[in-house]
């Protein structure tokens, strides 16, 4: 049976027919849709966990046990999964055991563009990259085969434009779901020293066994030769192969499925069948630095950029040196549609939270979710933002740079989902060393910028089933927290003055913004009811509309005009007014 999938849907698909048992992950795009496609497999044991490294321990428990184990995340999820991976390199698998990473070159919805290959090779972990939906299958089951041939986990790279495609899928028959038997070896699992260097021999063989075998089909295989024109040779994977192949539809072309370790003999033996040879490759010249320590001449980065995603035009006039609008959309024809910064949703919570900070003019360390956009205008709330979890701690290191001058001023924020992922530690440590800094968790009652995946304090499992919820307060008071506050967000006023009040205290203070994502069933507001506006109240003095919501907007007489269709009703334009012009009332 045929179907159209998308890339990510296809490797959860691939997982369902290779036997997977147990699959854990933490959310991000663009990885997010193989765990939650997954979760549709009844069969399979399926959650969200809490962060990377925990899915990744899970998986890996899973696996010594005897199952067929996998964990999924977007590139820099593989930061937090680094340790686990780094040494179950060493100690190799019973069951198959596969981590599937998702990079974002273009930084779609990313910090940054890093390259996980790196990664491949610093844990000495082979690495397959599918360049369609059908390959996302089919590697993915490979990969349990090969994990399970060769004793060692597999890394799946996986990429924007590959995990968001989609593509015809010939479908299979599962394979049964097999547990092995679990035999104690301290020698293989333990990692103390005597037992790791030992290991660390057996992963250098393993690797040269698989670059020795990726030449051959019947061995790891995982390639494509394409035979054309030998005035022009490329060695290309992934999404950069489609490029490629409608670029240049007449040179010869080798595909590697097997990034890392990199066939070697095959390589060779395709260089010396081309006069020149190119390696296209998107981010930083992985293959083309492999490549060269062969000692194999090759063209790569000197015609390429190191940032982005490419296209077929940018091929053409890189290599044939031609001016192309292949694949190009003609925009000529097109309207031009104004410029729209990104804002927060209509009834988002976070808005008024913001605007109390802005006012309030605290040092701000922002964090990873749908609230960074608290850094724009018209708030400007926040002052930097790094990676997950990371607000508590650069607040606490604000505070010791200045042995607490800045207390009063200095602030963090970070959502429930983020400080479940990696606040919590932070916390403790800023209570520990007696911090003077006040931490908000915006508590949307979901993991939303991913796309609403349930986590460990929304009451519901990855199926929507009832689940135990942490209890925030309870948390941060039982790791001494002695202050902890909770507001509803869309109060600004009351929002400014509780958060002042917290930023007064000693020690670290803790403020609970809750308030339902306007996104989820229990953040809309009722249906029958929008925002009215009493025009003769109204002085156009534009308070309302510098909230930038995008259920509200200015009309010809400056006064506000609310689209009853995009109003949530959460009354954060009628908080900010100060004449009463706005209120609540039937949609018209």
Request: negative net charge; hydrophobic residues 40%.
């Amino acid at each position: 049976m045929e179907k159209i999938l998308l890339g990510n849907e296809a490797v959860a698909r691939g997982a369902f027919e290779a036997g997977v048992k147990v699959v854990s992950s933490y959310p991000g795009t663009p990885s997010t849709e193989i765990t939650e496609s997954i979760a549709s497999y009844d069969r399979i044991r399926c959650e969200w966990a809490t962060n990377e490294k925990v899915g990744a321990e899970v998986a890996i428990g899973a696996s010594l046990r005897g199952a067929r184990a996998m964990t999924c995340m977007k590139h820099v999820g593989m930061n937090v999964a680094a340790d686990p991976l780094f040494t179950v390199s060493y100690t190799g698998v019973n069951g198959g055991l596969v981590f599937v990473v998702a990079d974002d070159p273009g930084m779609h919805s990313s910090q940054n563009e890093q390259d996980s290959r790196h990664y491949a090779r610093a844990s000495k972990v082979p690495m397959l990259e599918p360049s369609d939906a059908q390959e996302c299958k089919d590697f993915t089951i490979k990969a349990f085969e090969l994990s399970e041939k060769y004793d060692t986990p597999i890394i799946i790279r996986m990429h924007t434009r590959v995990s968001h495609s989609r593509s015809i899928v010939q479908l299979e028959d599962p394979q049964d779901i097999v547990i092995k038997d679990y035999v104690k070896n301290m020698a293989k699992t333990v990692m103390m020293p005597a037992m790791a260097v030992k290991r660390h021999v057996f992963v250098e063989d393993r690797l040269q066994r698989m670059a020795r075998d990726a030449s051959s089909e019947v061995g790891v295989g995982c390639f494509e030769w394409i035979k054309g024109d030998d005035e022009i040779g490329i060695i290309t994977a992934g999404a950069s192969y489609l490029y490629v192949r409608e670029a240049l539809p007449n040179a010869s072309v080798l595909k590697l499925g097997l990034v890392y370790p990199i066939p070697s003999d095959l390589i060779r033996k395709f260089a010396n069948s081309v006069k020149r040879l190119i390696i296209v490759e998107e981010l930083d010249p992985f293959l083309e630095n492999e490549i060269k320590a062969l000692g194999i001449a090759c063209e790569g980065k000197s015609l390429f950029s190191l940032q982005g995603e490419y296209k077929t035009s940018m091929i053409q006039k890189a290599i044939l040196g031609l001016e192309s609008n292949v694949g190009e959309i003609d925009t000529s024809v097109l309207c031009q549609a104004p410029n729209r910064p990104p804002v927060m949703c209509a009834g988002c919570p976070h808005k008024g939270l913001f605007m109390a900070l802005s006012r309030l003019k605290a040092q701000v360390m922002g964090d990873i979710g749908c609230y960074t956009l608290g850094a724009l205008p018209p708030t400007s709330a926040i002052d930097a933002c790094v990676c997950m979890g990371a607000s508590v701690g650069m607040a606490h290191g604000f505070d010791l740079a200045t042995d607490g001058v800045d207390s009063e001023r200095t602030v963090a924020v970070i959502g429930d989902s983020t400080f479940l992922h990696s606040g919590i530690t932070n916390l403790i440590n800023a209570v520990y060393n007696q911090s003077n800094i006040t931490v908000i968790i915006l508590d949307n009652s979901i993991t939303g910028m991913t796309g609403h995946q349930q986590n460990a304090a929304t009451g519901m499992d990855i199926r929507l089933n009832p689940a135990p919820a942490v209890n925030l307060e309870a948390l941060c008071e039982s790791v001494g927290v002695k202050s902890v506050r909770i507001v509803d967000p869309v109060d600004t006023a009351l929002s400014q003055s509780v958060i002042k009040e917290a930023m007064k205290e000693t020690g670290v203070s803790v403020v609970i913004a809750r308030r339902p994502c306007a996104l989820i069933p229990t953040g809309k507001g009722p249906k029958s009811m929008t925002v009215l506006v009493d025009k003769e109240k109204c002085t156009a003095c534009g308070q309302c509309i510098r909230i930038m919501c995008p259920a509200l907007v200015a009309g010809k007489d400056k006064k506000p005009v609310i689209d009853p269709e995009t109003c949530n009703t959460c009354g954060l334009c009628i908080n900010v007014c100060r004449f009463g012009a706005l209120g609540v009332g039937g949609a018209e």
